[in-house]
């Protein structure tokens, strides 16, 4: 069973649902986890690189998410704020555990244009299970910054907007860290291909 949507966007909960989450509805929870724990699983496993640690923190989100569902406005999108959920959870889990922070070189602010490319998407180009597992690979050696804004770009297909506002960035350094991702993944899978 799907969600109630509204038609133009698919990921917009109607004002029924949202209801029905607030009151606590176990329902209406069952077929709010069903419709997006896929998309939150992928996400957090792209960004772990495991699927236990991935599975873990994605009970965690939808555990936070029913925690604070009153903090979501109704009828705006639900993807966006869900990943910032899990992106939290994800924080909040690397810091209990302790684990070293990656640093990260400062993005330039000021970028206003929409950075291009002349590399296709080392994501989109994966199709087999070993290119897939080469990707995992690389995406696992970027700077979490970077593995986060390239993956909610080009496997969440979100806009840059999202993405700055997700990770709390200007949108210029958000456009810079999945330039800068792209780049760097595109170099570290050629020389995985030049290995073999």
Request: proline share 4%; net charge negative; hydrophobic share 35%.
């Amino acid at each position: 069973m799907t969600l109630p949507t509204e038609p133009s966007l698919p990921d917009v909960i109607s004002p029924e649902l949202y209801g029905r989450l607030c009151t606590g509805e176990e329902q209406a929870w069952f077929e709010f986890v069903q419709e997006y724990e896929g998309r939150m699983y992928g996400y957090l496993y792209r960004l772990e690189g495991n699927s236990e640690d991935a599975l873990d923190l994605t009970q965690e989100v939808f555990y936070r998410a029913w925690r604070s569902i009153r903090t979501f406005r109704a009828g705006e999108r639900v993807l966006p704020w869900l990943y910032q959920v899990a992106r939290n959870t994800q924080i909040e889990s690397h810091r209990r555990k302790q684990l070293q922070r990656f640093s990260l070189e400062q993005a330039r602010e000021d970028v206003g244009f929409e950075v291009t490319s002349e590399r296709r998407s080392p994501v989109q180009a994966a199709e087999s299970a070993d290119a897939q597992d080469r990707v995992q690979r690389a995406l696992s050696q970027l700077p979490h910054e970077y593995r986060e804004a390239v993956v909610l770009r080009f496997v969440e297909d979100l806009s840059y907007d999202e993405i700055a506002q997700i990770q709390g960035v200007a949108i210029g350094t958000a456009k810079s860290r999945v330039f800068r991702a792209k780049e760097q993944l595109a170099d570290l899978l050629e020389s995985v291909a030049d290995v073999h």
